[in-house]
C-alpha cells in the first residue's frame, strides 16, 4: 500500500524567523558577540559543505565522543544550497546549545530549501566557538544522513538516495522511479519538475524517524510522499520514502505501482490542497499507476471485491479517516480501492482529461464544504447522489 503524507510534516518551513537571544542558566542576557560569533561559525561550517572542503568543514568542531560525522555522511549529496538560520542560543559559560534552521536543495532537483531545525552543542576553546555536535532537534524528524552515511544514485529523471542499501538495490529503485516519471507525465497535464527524489533508508523504523512519526503508522505501507499541499509556487521539494520491510517484499509489478502512484503525489501537490478529500487524492494516484498496466479491477481490488460478493456494498466514498495508516490493513486497502474504482468509472464514463479536470476543479474551491458538490456540477454535470449511485452501480458489475 503506498501513501501520501498530506501538509507540511517533517518538511514544514517557518512562517517568520525571530530570533531569540535567551539566558543561560540565570546568567543574565546572552551578550550579542556570542550570537554573532556562533553565526559566523555556522556560516563557515556551511561554506565548507558546499565547497566539499573537509579539512573547512573540520576546523569548524571539536567532536564529543559519539558525535556524528555530518559531512562524511552528505558526500554523495548533491547539493545547490546549505544554510544555517540561528534562531536561539542558550549559554553556560564556555558551552551552549544553539538551535538553527538547516535550509538546503539538492542540486537539479528542489525548486525550493528543505528546511529541518537542528540542535548544536557548542564550546568555546582558545576564544573560539566550536560544534561539538550536530543532531535532529527534539520533535523534529531526522535527516537521511543522520542514520549513516548516504549513496546517491542518479537516474535520467531521479535522485535515489539510500543509507545501508546495496548498488544494485539502488539501481533497481532508480530504475523504477525512471518509469514512473513518464508513466504520470501522460496522465496528468499539469505542470510539474517532472523529477523525483527517493529516500531509502535502512528499515522502517529510519522511515518513521525520517518524518518523525512512530514506526507502528507506517508498518505494512510500502512508500509515502512528504510535500506541503496548496499549490505556493515555492513549496518545500518532495520526497519519496520508501520502507524498505514493506516495499521489498514486492514484486517488480508491485514496486512500480508504487513508485507510480508516489510520483503523482508529486506532480498532483501544487493542485492538492485541504479541499482535496483523500479519496480523490489516493484514487487518482492509483488510476494512475495502474492506468497503463492491463489489471482489471477484480485483479486489482481484491479487499473490495470479497466484500462486494458478502453483499457489503459501501454505502458512500471513503472518509478521510479510513486511509489512516495504523488501522485495519483490509479496510485500509478496501479504502484504497474504492477510490481508485471512482475516479476509474470518471476515466471511463466522462473521459481522462474530465478526471483531471475535476481534480483541478476539487483542489481550487477554498474549503473543503462544496467542494466536490461544485465540480460534481461545474464539470460532470452530476450530483452527489447520482455519482454515489453511478459508483455503486459501477462497483457491482465490475467486482460482483
Not at 264 to 285: C, I, Y
Request: glycine fraction near 10%; proline fraction near 5%; aromatic fraction near 8%.
Amino acid at each position: 500500500m503506498a501513501g501520501h503524507r498530506r501538509g507540511s510534516g517533517m518538511w514544514a518551513l517557518c512562517c517568520a524567523l525571530c530570533l531569540a537571544l535567551l539566558a543561560g542558566c540565570g546568567r543574565g542576557p546572552v551578550p550579542d558577540a556570542a550570537a554573532g560569533e556562533v553565526r559566523a561559525l555556522l556560516e563557515r561550517r556551511a561554506r565548507a559543505v558546499l565547497d566539499e572542503d573537509e579539512k573547512a568543514y573540520d576546523s569548524t568542531e571539536r567532536p564529543a565522543k559519539g558525535a556524528k560525522d555530518v559531512f562524511g555522511r552528505i558526500d554523495g549529496v548533491p547539493l545547490e544550497s546549505w544554510e544555517y538560520r540561528l534562531t536561539r542560543l542558550d549559554r553556560s559559560g564556555a558551552e551552549a546549545t544553539a538551535t538553527a534552521e538547516l535550509h538546503y536543495r539538492v542540486k537539479g532537483y528542489d525548486r525550493a530549501p528543505v528546511t529541518a531545525e537542528r540542535t548544536l552543542s557548542l564550546k568555546r576553546s582558545d576564544g573560539r566557538w566550536y560544534v561539538t555536535d550536530e543532531r535532529p532537534a527534539k520533535k523534529s524528524g531526522e535527516q537521511l544522513w543522520d542514520q549513516g552515511r548516504v549513496t546517491a544514485e542518479r537516474g535520467r529523471r531521479s535522485l535515489v538516495l539510500g543509507v545501508g542499501q546495496s548498488p544494485a538495490e539502488l539501481r533497481a529503485h532508480r530504475e523504477l522511479a525512471d518509469r514512473a516519471v513518464p508513466a504520470v507525465r501522460d496522465a496528468w497535464p499539469g505542470k510539474w519538475p517532472e523529477r523525483v527524489v527517493v529516500l531509502v533508508p535502512r528499515s522502517l523504523d529510519g522511515m518513521a524517524r525520517l518524518l518523525g512519526a512512530p514506526a507502528s503508522g507506517y508498518r505494512g505501507i510500502a512508500a509515502v510522499t512528504t510535500g506541503e499541499t496548496g499549490g505556493r509556487g515555492r513549496a518545500p521539494a518532495d520526497r519519496i520514502i520508501v520502507n524498505p520491510e514493506a516495499y521489498g517484499v514486492l514484486g517488480e509489478f508491485g514496486k512500480q505501482v508504487v513508485l507510480t502512484h508516489e510520483a503523482t503525489h508529486v506532480a498532483t501537490r501544487t493542485r492538492t490542497t485541504r479541499a482535496t478529500p483523500l479519496w480523490l487524492s489516493e484514487g487518482f494516484a492509483d488510476w494512475v499507476a495502474y492506468r497503463d498496466t492491463g489489471r482489471t479491477p477484480a485483479q486489482a481490488a481484491p479487499e473490495l471485491r470479497r466484500a462486494v460478493q458478502r453483499g457489503q456494498l459501501p454505502d458512500a466514498l471513503p472518509e478521510d479517516a479510513e486511509f489512516g495508516f495504523g488501522g485495519d490493513a483490509a479496510k485500509l486497502a478496501g479504502a484504497y480501492e474504492s477510490a481508485w474504482l471512482a475516479c476509474r468509472m470518471i476515466a471511463e464514463r466522462w473521459g481522462e482529461r474530465k478526471l483531471t479536470d475535476f481534480y483541478r476543479a476539487v483542489g481550487a474551491h477554498p474549503k473543503r464544504a462544496g467542494a466536490v458538490e461544485g465540480a460534481l456540477r461545474d464539470v460532470l454535470d452530476t450530483t452527489p447522489e447520482d455519482f454515489t449511485a453511478r459508483w455503486r452501480t459501477y462497483l457491482r458489475a465490475e467486482l460482483g
